[in-house]
């Protein structure tokens, strides 16, 4: 029961930010187009300084020659998921928009945000170094090609070399080649790198709060596919995935951290991204408020469950 309380309370201090941000959108203490400020600057700051700085401090040839079980599980586990996701997301919805919404929110966890701070706060640093390392062929796909479907482009925001294009993928590219090559990198950019990306968990909260404050609470707890997908999400992917593994005598590590990147609720991106591009962000806030809310009790009772 230790893990259930403990992975409860670090859920509670997310909802906290949430509701700091739904409070400050309801009672119009922000500007009104705060929500579209802050979501450019997640986009375009704030989440790039992220990825860079957890790749150029995990991402060097002795962690990735030591650590090279994880990230062969995490392929393997992933491919199929996103092989999977095309078809989901064709029978989730018939608008091509509201489909790489559902197949982005089926493949892409909240496990960066959310994730990290979960599995330090419960597990501690070791095991979060394990789960940076799984989740490095995550970051790589989620930051490439699923950001490419909430990005509009000319080509009806299908995926194309253009569209990876972005200060995500940059800061991605840019973290990956500091870590393996180990450039020394000025102490005070790095501090300032470190900085940026400490404001990014906050901010992200803050967002989603004022995004869903911009909603009736109740058009964004009525839409039936949102539910379906937030428990494909939060139960039936990590259940089934655990299974399997522990069939197959895989070690307590891999199950760890793989339940923890695949467990957690809905990631931002899907009101982040659009929003920053002025798309239609109902769906994607709905879908995000739902599936925090359920994780609420799916969180706690899947780690005591499997862990």
């Given at each position: 029961m230790e893990v259930f309380f403990t992975s409860l309370n670090q859920m509670c201090m997310v909802f906290l930010f949430i509701?700091?941000?739904?409070?400050l959108k309801r009672?119009?203490?922000?500007?009104?187009?705060?929500?579209?400020?802050?979501?450019?600057?997640?986009?375009?700051?704030?989440?790039?300084?992220?990825?860079?700085?957890?790749?150029m401090s995990r991402c060097s040839l002795a962690n990735l020659e030591v650590k090279s079980t994880l990230l062969i599980y995490s392929v393997l586990i992933f491919l199929p998921i996103t092989l999977i996701a095309f078809f989901v997301g064709k029978r989730f919805s018939a608008k091509s928009f509201h489909q790489r919404?559902?197949?982005?929110?089926?493949?892409?966890s909240n496990y960066g945000f959310m994730g990290n701070a979960l599995v330090l706060g419960i597990f501690g640093e070791e095991a979060l170094f394990d789960y940076m390392m799984f989740t490095i062929p995550l970051n790589i796909l989620t930051f490439s090609v699923c950001v490419s479907w909430l990005i509009p482009n000319q080509n009806n925001s299908k995926f194309s070399i253009k569209s990876l294009c972005n200060p995500i993928c940059i800061a991605l590219v840019l973290g990956i080649v500091l870590g393996v090559t180990q450039i020394p990198v000025?102490?005070?950019?790095?501090?300032?790198?470190?900085?940026?990306?400490?404001?990014?968990?906050?901010?992200?909260?803050?967002?989603?709060?004022?995004?869903?404050g911009?909603?009736?609470?109740?058009?964004?707890?009525?839409?039936?596919?949102?539910?379906?997908?937030?428990?494909?999400?939060?139960?039936?992917?990590?259940?089934?995935?655990?299974?399997?593994?522990?069939?197959?005598?895989?070690?307590?590590?891999?199950?760890?951290?793989a339940l923890c990147a695949l467990a957690m609720?809905?990631?931002?991106n899907v009101i982040i991204f659009p929003a920053a591009y002025g798309r239609d962000t109902t769906v994607g806030a709905s879908?995000?408020?739902?599936?925090?809310?359920?994780?609420?009790?799916?969180i706690p009772v899947m780690f005591t469950l499997f862990l």
């Amino acid at each position: 029961m230790e893990v259930f309380f403990t992975s409860l309370n670090q859920m509670c201090m997310v909802f906290l930010f949430i509701f700091a941000g739904f409070i400050l959108k309801r009672k119009s203490l922000v500007p009104k187009n705060a929500g579209s400020v802050l979501s450019k600057l997640e986009s375009n700051l704030l989440l790039p300084a992220l990825i860079m700085h957890t790749f150029m401090s995990r991402c060097s040839l002795a962690n990735l020659e030591v650590k090279s079980t994880l990230l062969i599980y995490s392929v393997l586990i992933f491919l199929p998921i996103t092989l999977i996701a095309f078809f989901v997301g064709k029978r989730f919805s018939a608008k091509s928009f509201h489909q790489r919404l559902y197949r982005h929110a089926f493949i892409v966890s909240n496990y960066g945000f959310m994730g990290n701070a979960l599995v330090l706060g419960i597990f501690g640093e070791e095991a979060l170094f394990d789960y940076m390392m799984f989740t490095i062929p995550l970051n790589i796909l989620t930051f490439s090609v699923c950001v490419s479907w909430l990005i509009p482009n000319q080509n009806n925001s299908k995926f194309s070399i253009k569209s990876l294009c972005n200060p995500i993928c940059i800061a991605l590219v840019l973290g990956i080649v500091l870590g393996v090559t180990q450039i020394p990198v000025p102490a005070f950019i790095e501090s300032a790198i470190s900085a940026t990306a400490n404001c990014m968990f906050p901010v992200a909260m803050l967002l989603t709060g004022m995004i869903v404050g911009g909603f009736g609470i109740r058009k964004l707890m009525t839409i039936p596919k949102v539910y379906v997908i937030s428990l494909l999400r939060l139960v039936v992917i990590p259940a089934v995935v655990t299974i399997i593994l522990k069939l197959l005598h895989t070690s307590d590590d891999v199950i760890l951290v793989a339940l923890c990147a695949l467990a957690m609720p809905i990631g931002m991106n899907v009101i982040i991204f659009p929003a920053a591009y002025g798309r239609d962000t109902t769906v994607g806030a709905s879908m995000v408020l739902v599936s925090h809310i359920l994780a609420l009790i799916t969180i706690p009772v899947m780690f005591t469950l499997f862990l």
